[in-house]
Each structure stands twice: as C-alpha cells, then as structure tokens.
C-alpha cells in the first residue's frame, strides 16, 4: 500500500464526505453512514500523521485502534475538541449498524452523521493546516 501523506488523507476524506451527501440526497442512509465513517476515519489518519502520531511505514491496522489512537494523541491532549472523538465513535457504530446489521440507518441518524463528518474534516483541515484539494 502506498503511503499517504496528511494531505492525501484529506482529499480521500473530502471524496468520502461527497459521496456521502450524496447517498444522502438520493435517501441511502446506509450508504451515507458508511461514507460519512470513512470521511472522518480517513480526516482522522491525516490528524495522527500531520501530528506525528502514525508514521508512514507503521499505520494503524485496525479501526479500533485508530479511533483509540485518536483519543489518545488528539482529545486528550487537546489538540482537537473531545466532542470530535465521541462523534467518530458514534458514526463508528452507525457504520457498523449499517453494513454489518439487517437494521436500516434512520434519516435523522444519517443526516446528524453526514453533518459530524464535515465538521470533523473541516475540523482537521482546519488545525493541521491542510487545504481543499484541487
């Protein structure tokens, strides 16, 4: 696997947030849920790598793992509001509920996951310094 930098994180979480407003618009909430938790998981490799937590040549292997990495290195120490890792666990779940469950994702459910998402990106871009794409 290629090594992405902080900056590539980003473009393939603003992808993820883009396809997941649009699952969204066309009423897929699982499909929605899913690339809302991607968007933030991918914002979340790019917050670890620009703060020198997760090293190109060891990522974190597990989504598990890295929502605990994230605790860990960016709430707890504050570089990013502890409302951002309670938010990416709860979508963590939602993900979970629909991939992995014979249960449907809710409309409201969906649309406060596709919200937590962007401003957990912007969030990221915001503190690391990290520019829209393009």
């Known amino acids: 696997?290629?090594?992405f930098t902080?900056?590539?994180?980003i473009s393939k979480a603003e992808t993820a947030l883009s396809g997941a407003r649009l699952l969204l618009s066309a009423g897929d909430t699982d499909g929605a849920c899913?690339?809302?938790?991607?968007?933030?998981?991918d914002a979340a490799?790019?917050?670890?790598?620009?703060?020198?937590?997760?090293l190109s040549d060891s990522p974190v292997k597990t989504h598990n793992g890295l929502t605990a990495?994230?605790?860990?290195?960016?709430?707890?120490?504050?570089?990013?509001?502890a409302e951002h890792g309670g938010?990416?666990?709860?979508?963590?779940?939602?993900?979970?509920?629909?991939d992995d469950s014979g249960d449907s994702v809710s409309v409201g459910d969906a649309v406060w996951s596709v919200e937590?998402?962007?401003?957990?990106v912007q969030a990221v871009k915001k503190k690391f310094a990290l520019g829209d794409r393009g």
């Open 116 to 120: 937590q998402a962007g401003a957990f």
């Open 6 to 9: 902080p900056s590539g994180y």
């Open 87 to 98: 938010n990416l666990n709860r979508v963590q779940s939602l993900r979970l509920l629909a």
């Open 34 to 41: 899913n690339r809302a938790y991607y968007a933030m998981f």
């Open 69 to 81: 990495m994230f605790g860990q290195h960016l709430v707890r120490t504050r570089m990013l509001d």
């Open 45 to 54: 490799h790019a917050a670890l790598r620009a703060a020198g937590m997760e």
């Open 1 to 3: 696997m290629t090594a």
